[in-house]
């Protein structure tokens, strides 16, 4: 700091502190131009522009010379210089050049926030650097180029929300009339231009539009997840089978459709869980605050045709929050996750504590042709229950299993039961009723002022006539009807078992038949799951005893019990019925 001696007599040993003012330009100093855009596009000559005239005020106006033209492009004037990538290397100790002074176009190509503005000429006092600008050649190193440089830089913040305030407007407009406001486009969508007004040449604006190979990645995962076709699946597993397949992720998307390489990032939980439940994904889009955008009838503004419904997202959404995905969730919940596989998953039960039997082990095959370390267990003892802890080896179980239960139903028909959705308008109806809650709340709070009362008592009348007409349409239960295959029992378990004996079947040499081992493994999962769902459409149920040995590995079938669970055998659910009111007598 620069100290000065009071030429006050009075005050003769008192010394001041002040800050060096902005140094004065001369003949020969060295300077930089600034050059700021907020939007580069193969259009624009702005960049050129401002560089030309910046060297032309450094050679012309100050005999300077100019050092570096430091172009940013695609910065907001809200940016801070510091933030911004090439003028932040000069703004430090140690630039990549000397320099006496900088120079912009004008205030608003430094920034366009007061605070920042301040904060540069701070910078620039305190290091001894000029700073000007061309257009109304404002000079801060004056009392008057100050004042007028902070009032240039009011107007260019005034300026900067007056722009935003209009980019909101257009934006809202353009999701009214169901155009694509701009950004990143989702997952699934494509942008398309919708051309040029033939009267004025102004250009229509953007839609959204379908990218079928990644609509149908979004439909597989969420039918997969509703189990269409067989047993729910997740989304930790849809994830597992997306990176599995080498699926591109969102972000690799963006680069392909860019015309750049993917990085080869792997897919998330919580991307796939987004892009499901995204507004975009059912067609519809939200205003800046989250909330759907609604026609003049009250009804969303449909943008695209609509992956998933509002309804399916409702409903994955409570799927997904209903099924813990994380080590700390299951232990919150107390339900911790053992995977169940095998033929008799969820049907074999241990007749000492009632708890049903989990396969584990090796799959190795032992000298009597049995996978002998493959086993049923009973896991009860080493949770610490009252259980001597059951166990069996799994091959023999299955075999006889699977012959008792064809000698007991293999001559029946094969019925399926399909399912005949029913006719409900309860989501249209509970939809309706949030908009008009949402209109008459607007209302409440002052949004429908002046002329836009009409728009309110238009959008409220078409809600109130849309949610009678709703409550009037007939609805109809969803309901199940058997269906006759033409096959009998033993026909679909034969089909399921060729499965099986082909992921172990050999040639003449004796070589596997079926060489990769994921395919193999494949064929008799889908053969063992085949078999499983047969016994459980029949409702069996499968009791092991304890083997009147301790150490006893051959297989006896004395110890297996044939019986059915109580929903399948009216019988024995009365009689069990009988017995506990007894007990309870």
Known sequence: MVETETSNPRRRNVKHSRRPALTAGSAGDRWIVSVRLSRDTDESTSVERQTEEGCRWVEDVMGGVVVEVVVDTDVSGEVSPWKRKHLAEWLTSTPPKPYDGMVALRVDRWARRV??????????????????????????????????????????????????????????????????????VPYGRIKVHLGKDPDTGKSLGWKLDDHRHR???????????????????????????????????????????????????????????????????????????????????????????????????????????????STTQREKLETPRRKNTGPLSYVQACHECGGLMYRDGSTSVGSDGYRRSLRYRCPSKSKGLDCPGVNIVADPVETWVGEEFLRRHGSMKYVIEEHIPGVSYAGDIAAAETALDELEADRRSGLYKGSAVERFRTQHRSLTERLERLRSLPTREASTVSRDTGRTVADEWNRHGKLILRSMAVDESGALVVEDAEERKDLRERGERGHNELYRMFHARIEVKRAPEKGARSFRSDRLIFTYQSEGDPEGAALEAIVAEENTD
């Open 215 to 325: 609509c149908g990645i979004i439909r597989r995962a969420a039918d997969n997840i509703f189990g269409v076709s067989g047993i729910p699946s997740s989304p930790h597993a849809e994830v597992q089978r997306l990176n599995a397949e080498g699926e591109p992720t969102e972000s690799d998307c963006r680069l392909i459709d860019a015309g750049k390489e993917p990085t080869g990032t792997k897919w998330l939980r919580e991307t796939l869980v987004r892009i499901l439940l995204n507004p975009t994904t059912a067609g519809v889009i939200t205003d800046h605050d989250g909330r759907i955008v609604r026609g003049d009838d009250g009804l969303p503004v449909m943008i695209a045709r609509p992956i998933l419904s509002l309804d399916e997202q409702d409903q994955l959404r409570s799927l997904i929050e209903s099924k813990p995905h």
């Open 115 to 184: 605070v920042w503005f301040s904060a540069l000429m701070d910078w620039c006092r305190d290091n001894g650097k000029r700073i000007n600008t061309v257009r109304m050649n404002i000079d801060p190193s004056t009392r008057e180029g100050r004042m007028f440089a902070g009032i240039a830089a009011m107007f260019a913040e005034n300026e900067l929300e007056v722009m935003k305030e209009r980019a909101q407007e257009t934006r809202d407009t353009l999701r009214q009339t169901g155009r694509w406001p701009g950004g990143r």
